[in-house]
């Protein structure tokens, strides 16, 4: 009786083991459909073992026409881990390619991931310049604020009734400093 009772304990471990695997791969599948990345696992021989659909995009090629094919037959083969410029059939723009290994059931798998950083990019050049703008304008409105108390102070004199006897020194210098700053 005894070895009964452990048959049936191990049969229940076994079973929850079996749901936990499939609601973690289900989970899996999930989160690599969410993600903007695309992703290509290959098995031990280099075929395409899984695929999601930032991938299927950015080959614009069904997944089920891709799975069981190598890199180079995808089009994928030269890759390497780094950043590049690339046209691919779905999508052009800067891309960061990394490549990791991992192994399932003990044989050796490799994972290409491709991230499209050109957004990235767009939006630090944007914020550059921002700030060369924002730089340009303070140094503009530094150059401005001198002409601009200058003139005034111009115009005060020569609306005077009556003008200093330097007057024309006074507004020829005045000048001078106006055509400098601007």
């Known amino acids: 009786m005894p070895v009964m009772v452990e048959v049936n304990a191990l049969a ?3 079973e929850s083991r079996k749901l936990e695997a499939v609601e973690a791969g289900a989970l899996l599948r999930g989160v690599l459909g969410q993600i903007d990345v695309a992703i290509f696992t290959f098995d031990g021989t ?4 899984l695929v999601n659909d930032a991938a299927r995009q950015l080959l614009d090629v069904p997944a089920e026409r891709m799975i069981g094919l190598t890199a180079a037959e995808l089009g994928i083969g030269d890759l390497q881990a780094g950043t590049l410029d690339r046209t691919f059939p ?3 723009g800067r891309w960061d390619v990394r490549e990791s290994t991992f192994r ?3 044989v050796p798998h490799r994972m ?7 957004r990235a990019l767009r939006e630090e050049e944007l914020e550059a310049w921002r700030r060369i703008v924002r730089v340009l304008g303070h140094e503009l409105n530094n150059s401005l604020a001198p002409i601009k108390s200058i003139a005034a102070s111009m115009e005060r004199m020569v609306t005077r009734d009556q003008l200093p006897d ?3 020194d006074d507004l020829a210098r005045g000048m001078r400093v106006i055509g400098t700053r601007a």
């Open 166 to 168: 330097d007057w024309r």
């Open 46 to 49: 280099g075929k395409l073992q």
């Open 12 to 14: 229940r471990l076994m």
């Open 104 to 106: 399932e059931r003990g």
């Open 112 to 118: 290409l991931v491709i991230s499209d950083i050109t």
């Open 90 to 92: 779905g999508r052009s």
